[in-house]
């Protein structure tokens, strides 16, 4: 049984950072491209970033470029999400995904194995 575990969510004021951590078991981590989601109350799941089996190619969504970085330790099965410069509209819960797929993938539909979640909550 595939299990994906987030942490590392919390309360911090505008402007500051965290790193959501997530581990993944029973499955050949380095076999799985991973993705970060979030979702805001009363809005969608949304893609938040991506990166491939190797760590070699990363993706993110253009609301979160040049603030957020997504990488991944193959020996510690596990994947970061750096996120500086938060803004009140960062406020969401963030879900861990793991996918089968070789390339970057940035669909819900393309991940298979999920987290439980982990809120982040900014302060303006």
């Known amino acids: 049984q595939v299990q994906v575990v987030e942490s590392g969510g919390g309360l911090v004021q505008a402007g500051g950072s965290l790193r959501l951590s997530c581990t993944v078991s029973?499955?050949?981590?380095?076999?799985?491209?991973m993705g970060w989601f979030r979702q805001a109350p009363g809005k969608e799941r949304e893609f938040v970033a991506a990166?491939?089996?190797?760590?070699?190619?990363?993706n993110c969504a253009d609301s979160v470029k040049g603030r957020f970085t997504i990488s991944r330790d193959n020996a510690k099965n596990t994947v970061y999400l750096q996120m500086n410069s938060l803004k009140p509209e960062d406020t969401a819960v963030y879900y861990c995904?793991?996918?089968?797929?070789?390339?970057?993938?940035?669909?819900?539909?393309?991940?298979?194995?999920w987290g439980q979640g982990t809120q982040v909550t900014v302060s303006s």
């Open positions: 995904a793991a996918s089968n797929s070789y390339y970057v993938p940035d669909t819900t539909g393309t991940y298979d194995y």
């Open positions: 029973g499955r050949a981590f380095s076999r799985c491209a």
């Open positions: 990166i491939s089996r190797s760590g070699g190619t990363t």
